[in-house]
Every structure is written in C-alpha cells, then in structure tokens.
C-alpha cells in the first residue's frame, strides 16, 4: 500500500499549475494511480469521505485525477467544456482542508474530455453533483483552490456542522 501525505492548504505547492501528461510519461503513470488509489481509499476510510484525488494532492504536478465512485475512472488531462450557465451552490470539502467546507457557486452541467491509458481519448457529460466534484479536481490542476471560489466571507463552516443545507458527505 502507498499512502502518500496530503499537500495541505498554506502550501504554496497547491497554487501550481500542474504539466500535461506526455504519452511517453505513461511508463511510470501506473505507480502513481496506485498511490492516488490508496490515498483516496484511506482518506475515505478515516474521514468518510472521498470520492477523488488530483495528482497535486499527493505533490505530483501532473494532469491526472482519479476518481472511485462505482469504479475507479483515471483522467488524463482532462478538459472540461461546455460548461452550463446554470451554476449550483454547494458546500464544497477537499482532502487539502478536511475539516472544512466552503461554499462555492459550480456549473450544474459539462463535459470532460480525457485520455485513457491506452492513450484514447474519451468524453463524458457531467451534471450535479458529478459536475461539480470533477470542477473541484480540475481546479486542483490549474492551482485554484475551493477556499478561492467561496462566494462570500460567511461561506466558510466547520466539517463537523453538517447540518449545513445542500451539503451531502462525499
């Protein structure tokens, strides 16, 4: 098991912006899913919550996020387009801040466009809550920050308040 330590928020190291993936980078790609994997999976168990990791979180600065919903999907440089002009607010959490959540305003529909490892390129339309967690890891890529987008100065609550309207444990 790689369990790797999470960049947490302060370090200037979550504020860059991550580099495409070459096609010859795809050799060493794997050991790093298996990090991103095991990562998320831990998290998931001590937190109870996880549904995706960016490769910036562990500290790899490349384009790639891995998400576990029903089955782990691996974006590659992923694109999002399309995006709706209908937003959605949501309380947003990240593994880079685990006892906080931030309200944010988030497209309600998109899509993704990404290479798989085999190096083929595939697309997918995003809405609600899909939507609005791969924004979230397409943010961490170009180096923004959920805590970047709160809406105002009163979006920000303590995890352990879940009370909160509209905000449902990843």
Excluded at 16 to 37: F, G, M, N
Excluded at 94 to 112: A, G, Q, T, Y
Aim: charged letters at 35%.
């Amino acid at each position: 098991m790689a369990v790797k330590d999470i960049v947490l928020l302060g370090n200037p190291e979550l504020h860059r912006v991550s580099q495409p993936i070459r096609k010859h980078d795809l050799k060493w790609l794997s050991e790093v899913v298996k990090d991103l994997h095991d990562t998320l999976m831990d998290f998931k168990k001590r937190v109870g919550a996880g549904r995706a990791i960016a490769a910036p979180q562990i500290g790899v600065k490349k384009r790639l996020v891995y998400m576990c919903i029903d089955r782990p999907t691996l974006f590659i440089n992923p694109v999002l387009e399309q995006k709706s002009r209908e937003m959605i607010e949501v309380w947003d959490d990240c593994m880079c801040f685990p006892d906080l959540l931030v309200k944010v305003r988030r497209h309600k529909r998109c899509r993704i466009r990404w290479l798989t490892m085999d190096w083929k390129e595939e697309e997918m339309i995003l809405e609600d809550s899909l939507s609005e967690l791969l924004q979230h890891e397409c943010d961490h890529l170009e180096g923004i920050l959920a805590v970047s987008r709160a809406i105002g100065e009163k979006s920000f609550a303590l995890r352990n308040q879940r009370t909160l309207p509209g905000k449902k444990p990843e």
